[in-house]
């Protein structure tokens, strides 16, 4: 088990910022890639970004890059999203995940998830 809890959430003006952390317990962090996903309303999960458990190899939801910056601190355990000029579109549920041994887009090849960090972008 990894247990993840998501913070940083809430309420932001459009064109502003937010860092949303993910911090994880047990052991085996280190040897897991790690991604963020969200959840609107009425919609689907979607991808937002994958980081490998080295930090080396990066991917993001193409509709994103440029504007949000997955990184990680593996001797603080924990996963980051840096989201900036941020739009009301991007209001949703994120989720942090963990499982793959590689950074996949496929939310069905994470094992672990958090309980989700409220992200409301006002207009």
């Known amino acids: 088990q990894v247990p993840l809890v998501e913070s940083g959430g809430g309420l932001v003006q459009a064109g502003g910022s937010l860092r949303l952390s993910c911090a994880a317990s047990?052991?085996?962090?280190?040897?897991?890639?790690m991604g963020w996903f969200r959840q609107a309303p009425g919609k689907e999960r979607e991808f937002v970004a994958a980081?490998?458990?080295?930090?080396?190899?990066?991917t993001y939801a193409d509709s994103l890059k440029g504007r949000f910056t997955i990184s990680r601190d593996n001797a603080k355990t924990t996963v980051y999203l840096q989201m900036n000029s941020l739009k009301p579109e991007d209001t949703a549920v994120y989720y942090c995940?963990?499982?793959?041994?590689?950074?996949?887009?496929?939310?069905?090849?994470?094992?672990?998830w958090g309980q989700g960090t409220q992200v409301t972008v006002s207009s």
């Open positions: 995940a963990a499982g793959p041994a590689y950074p996949s887009l496929k939310r069905s090849e994470y094992n672990y």
């Open positions: 980081i490998s458990w080295s930090g080396g190899s990066i």
């Open positions: 047990g052991r085996t962090f280190n040897i897991y890639a």
